[in-house]
């Protein structure tokens, strides 16, 4: 009997190879249906991008001079893209002379008639829901709570600590806080978090925190409260646990009126505030603009650097909030003939001007609209993408060895350059270079930072790619993100 040992080998050969390709497929196919990176977790307002809106100069479903809530159902794919997970309506509340005195709320229930019914409420948070978009609402407290106390006399009774009680806790008998009225309305209604506005003007009350913890009780754990950075400092000691305990996101407005070093020292020393002392703090919520300040466009030194500013803060440890308008550039309106002089202070709530809108509208608040950049709104979408699948971009700090520290670094700041790193265990590092300046600047870094890649900016056109250190160079109003290699 003879074996035919070539023919053996042969089939050895490819069975043995067979097995090894099938191994290897096996392992690969393994490894691509792993999740990619096993990333930390965060809740959905945290790190996520927020989107503030003024509702009456958003869009109007039927054409109209005063935007609605139809309005922002029908624009909800445009947020999808901008890759917004929370939208903050600043004031849907009726008053005399909506929204021209948007703030004398007499009612936290009723929707000022010009912007909808609450059927339209509903119906524009669901729409936003299916695009997994939250509501948020900001419901003006202090002005709403003096309103109430000429109303009411048992109101004005000063307590014992001298201070004036507006809430009271435990409520008597058949008694409602209006708060909480108005808390279960709107979560009946689909909202899901609330900025509780001008709470640091009742900072004193007694039975402030009390409250705040009934309203958070009300809320549960994956609705949220924000707050301001004002009524954080102004609340007293002996209460700021509990206060810090029952809010999700404090805002605070990074001013960039001030300059470099101003800008570095105020990153710094929120960075260093308890709000980074520990893990489960709130987290910062960072505006740039808000209803009652200057546009964006118009504070800084050439409009078109609304691009560069709104990636700083993008890169920054916390949840960024855009104010409508300032991704495209958008300008207060101007008013050359002092036509509306009496409504200055609503200047800067212009309507947002919508591309392709086939409709001639004269909106509530008209005057000449300077040309607005749409285009950017690509560029920050690319920065929201970057932002979301980066744990150093989207977590706030790092706890190692019984330590919390913010996982950002303000590396340089000088002139008016500024350069923000931001790390996380076992990742990729970020830096963002930003030239706040009103002159090209070219800077050299190569003692700080040895090599790294373009992957966002500094305009719309630029090329991705290597960047050199040496000379890392900036139009005024530029910023550049860069990863590190
Ligand atoms: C809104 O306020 C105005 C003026 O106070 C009032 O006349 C009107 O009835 C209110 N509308 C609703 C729906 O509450
Ligand atoms: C607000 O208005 C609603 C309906 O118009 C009314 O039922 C409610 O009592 C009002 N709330 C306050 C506090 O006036
Ligand atoms: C809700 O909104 C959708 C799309 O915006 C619209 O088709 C629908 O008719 C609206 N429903 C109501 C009750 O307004
Ligand atoms: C509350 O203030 C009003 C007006 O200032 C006054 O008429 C009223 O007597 C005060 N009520 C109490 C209980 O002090
Ligand atoms: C004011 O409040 C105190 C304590 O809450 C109470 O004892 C007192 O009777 C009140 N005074 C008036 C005039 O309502
Ligand atoms: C600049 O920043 C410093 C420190 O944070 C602050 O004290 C100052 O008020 C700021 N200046 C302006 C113009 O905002
Ligand atoms: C925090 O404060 C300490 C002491 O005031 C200071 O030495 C440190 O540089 C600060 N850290 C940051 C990031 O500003
Ligand atoms: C903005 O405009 C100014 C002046 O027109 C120009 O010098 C600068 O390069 C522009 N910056 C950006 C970021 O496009």
Redesign the pocket.
């Known amino acids: 009997m003879s074996w035919n040992w070539p023919l053996i080998r042969k089939a050895s050969t490819w069975i043995f190879l067979s097995g090894l390709v099938a191994m290897v497929a096996l392992v690969v196919a393994m490894i691509s249906t792993l999740p990619r990176t096993c990333n930390p977790t965060i809740q959905w307002y945290q790190g996520n991008l927020l989107y503030e809106i003024f509702p009456s100069s958003f869009y109007s479903s039927k054409g109209m001079m005063h935007g609605d809530l139809k309005g922002i159902a029908l624009k909800s794919s445009y947020l999808q893209k901008l890759g917004v997970k929370g939208v903050r309506l600043n004031s849907i509340f009726n008053t005399s002379n909506y929204p021209l005195n948007f703030e004398e709320v007499t009612n936290l229930t009723d929707i000022a008639p010009s912007l909808g019914t609450i059927q339209d409420f509903k119906n524009m948070s669901d729409e936003l829901r299916k695009r997994d978009i939250s509501v948020i609402l900001d419901l003006p407290i202090y002005p709403y709570i003096k309103k109430l106390t000429r109303k009411n006399n048992d109101m004005n009774n000063t307590s014992g600590s001298g201070s004036i009680e507006f809430f009271r806790r435990p409520l008597r008998d058949g008694e409602i806080d209006n708060i909480e009225h108005a808390l279960k309305h709107w979560i009946k209604h689909g909202v899901e978090g609330f900025y509780l506005k001008g709470l640091e003007h009742l900072a004193d009350d007694p039975n402030l925190a009390e409250s705040l913890r009934a309203w958070k009780r009300i809320l549960g754990q994956d609705r949220i409260i924000i707050v301001n950075e004002h009524f954080i400092n102004t609340v007293p000691k002996s209460i700021i646990n509990i206060i810090l305990n029952n809010v999700d996101l404090v805002d605070i407005k990074l ?1 960039l ?3 470099t070093a ?1 800008i570095m ?2 990153i710094n ?1 929120i960075q260093n505030s308890t709000l980074f002392s520990k893990p489960g703090m709130p987290w910062v919520h960072w505006s740039l603009g808000n209803v009652n300040s200057q546009r964006l466009a118009n504070i800084l030194p050439h409009g078109n650097a609304t691009l560069g500013a709104t990636l700083l803060q993008l890169m920054l440890p916390g949840t960024p909030s855009i104010f409508y308008g300032d991704e495209i550039a958008l300008k207060e309106i101007t008013d050359e003939h002092g036509d509306y002089e009496d409504i200055k202070h609503l200047h800067q709530l212009t309507m947002m001007p919508w591309q392709h809108n086939k409709m001639k509208m004269l909106s509530w608040i008209h005057g000449k609209v300077d040309t607005v950049h749409f285009e950017q709104a690509e560029v920050i979408k690319k920065m929201v993408d970057l932002r979301m699948e980066s744990p150093s971009i989207y977590m706030n700090s790092v706890y190692k060895e019984g330590v919390n520290k913010a996982n950002a670094d303000v590396k340089y700041a000088k002139k008016k350059f500024l350069l923000v790193q931001r790390w996380y265990p076992r990742r990729k590092s970020y830096v963002v270079a930003c030239n706040l300046g009103e002159e090209h600047q070219s800077t050299d870094l190569s003692k700080l930072l040895y090599s790294g890649v373009i992957v966002v900016g500094p305009n719309i056109e630029s090329k991705l790619g290597e960047v050199s250190f040496e000379e890392l160079s900036l139009s005024p109003g530029e910023s550049v993100v860069i990863g590190l290699n």
Do not use: I, M
Request: no cysteine; charged share 25%; net charge neutral.
């Open positions: 001013n009126l001030n300059d101003g020292k105020q020393s």
